[in-house]
């Protein structure tokens, strides 16, 4: 079965620090994506990414960046974390056509 | 938007009794993919089915597609209180890798 793994189960940082979060896949797919999810809101993408070093913006890519410098890791920063940004962070692998597989999620608090 | 919306946002049924989700969606579709997330987890992939299909079944789940209604339903038979989940709907979009969710139907399943 394809693995999709978050690095952190729970964070918790302070506002102004630069946080990442990390997810590995294991079935060398091309596509990752990082969502958000908050009550209310449901998922949100953040960014998605459909190779190496190549990123789109999905529709909140404000006070996020991400990074891809290798084909199963794809990370999230939050260049300088808000409390706003207190959420839910799920990264998904896969295709269209056959489904993603999320990660088990970061639960990211800010304070 | 072009995410899917499921309908209704909250469903609470006995146990044995059969669940209905309904989702609609706004554009063309290759795909429409079911997930269910399980409180506090990522999303776990259900089930796909093609636009050029009709009807899907998988163990006690069943979805159809009318894409001339742009909607579709999943059906979970004989309910459990493992089914207690949140489940989402995913249209896979023409000419997109992304996928967008929406906000989910919450099932609880009373014993």
């Known amino acids: 079965d394809v693995k999709v793994t978050q690095s952190s189960r729970y964070l918790v940082k302070r506002t102004g620090e630069k946080v990442f979060l990390e997810c590995v896949q294991d079935m060398d797919h091309e596509n990752m994506f990082w969502y958000r999810q908050d009550p209310g809101l449901g998922l949100r993408l953040i960014y998605f990414?459909?190779?190496?070093?190549?990123?789109e913006k999905g529709d909140i890519p404000e006070g996020y960046s991400v990074s891809r410098e290798k084909k199963e890791r794809f990370s999230l920063i939050l260049e300088s974390a808000s409390t706003n940004q207190t959420s839910m962070y799920l990264c998904?692998?896969?295709?269209?056509?056959?489904?993603?597989?999320f990660g088990s999620g970061t639960r990211l608090t800010v304070v | 938007s072009q995410q899917g919306e499921e309908d209704p946002q909250a469903l609470s049924i006995q146990e044995g009794e059969n669940a209905t989700m309904n989702c609609s969606y706004k554009?063309?579709?290759?795909?429409l993919q079911w997930y269910r997330q399980n409180s506090g987890r990522g999303l776990v992939h259900l089930i796909l089915i093609r636009s050029n299909e009709r009807e899907k079944h998988s163990g006690r789940l069943r979805v159809t597609l009318d894409t001339s209604k742009k909607s579709s339903s999943l059906l979970i038979t004989a309910s459990r209180a493992a089914d207690t989940a949140s489940y989402f709907c995913?249209?896979?979009?023409?000419?997109?890798?992304?996928?967008?969710f929406g906000q989910g139907t919450r099932l609880t399943i009373n014993p």
């Open positions: 554009t063309s579709i290759n795909n």
């Open positions: 995913a249209p896979g979009l023409q000419g997109a890798q992304k996928l967008v």
């Open positions: 990414s459909y190779d190496v070093k190549m990123k």
């Open positions: 998904a692998s896969g295709y269209r056509d056959y489904g993603y597989t």
